[in-house]
Nanobody, 127 residues
Framework: QVQLVESGGGSVQSGGSLRLSCAAS????????MAWFRQAPGKERDRVAT???????IYADSVKGRFTISRDNANNALYLHMNNLTAEDTAMYYC?????????????????????WGQGIQVTVSS
């Protein structure tokens, strides 16, 4: 089981920056894939960024070059640095974790489904 708690959200003006944090309680945090999702009112939840157990990152096109995901395995923490924010970034942001599994044919780990979620934290960007 993994418990996730987000912090660092709030209100900011367009062009500003915020850093979201996620504290994870897991004995083997470093073995999980971690991700940030967001959901705006009336819209589906979308994946914003992911980071694998080896540190590889993937970003949604809408945030590339503006957001940076990072993890601190020593402190069971996940971060999302958000720069040049716009009103379109306004949403509830969620931290999520996925167990990993070893692919026998490739010998590489892959992320399973994101089964563990934080309660979410609001980010509001005013234009």
């Amino acid at each position: 089981q993994v418990q996730l708690v987000e912090s660092g959200g709030g209100s900011v003006q367009s062009g500003g920056s915020l850093r979201l944090s996620c504290a994870a309680s897991a004995d083997t945090y470093s073995s999980y894939c971690m991700a940030w999702f967001r959901q705006a009112p009336g819209k589906e939840r979308d994946r914003v960024a992911t980071i694998g157990r080896a540190g590889a990152t993937i970003y949604a096109d809408s945030v590339k070059g503006r957001f940076t995901i990072s993890r601190d395995n020593a402190n069971n923490a996940l971060y999302l640095h958000m720069n040049n924010l716009t009103a379109e970034d306004t949403a509830m942001y969620y931290c999520a974790a996925a167990e990993t599994a070893l692919a026998l044919f490739t010998g590489r780990y892959y992320c399973r489904s994101y089964d563990y979620w934080g309660q979410g934290i609001q980010v509001t960007v005013s234009s």
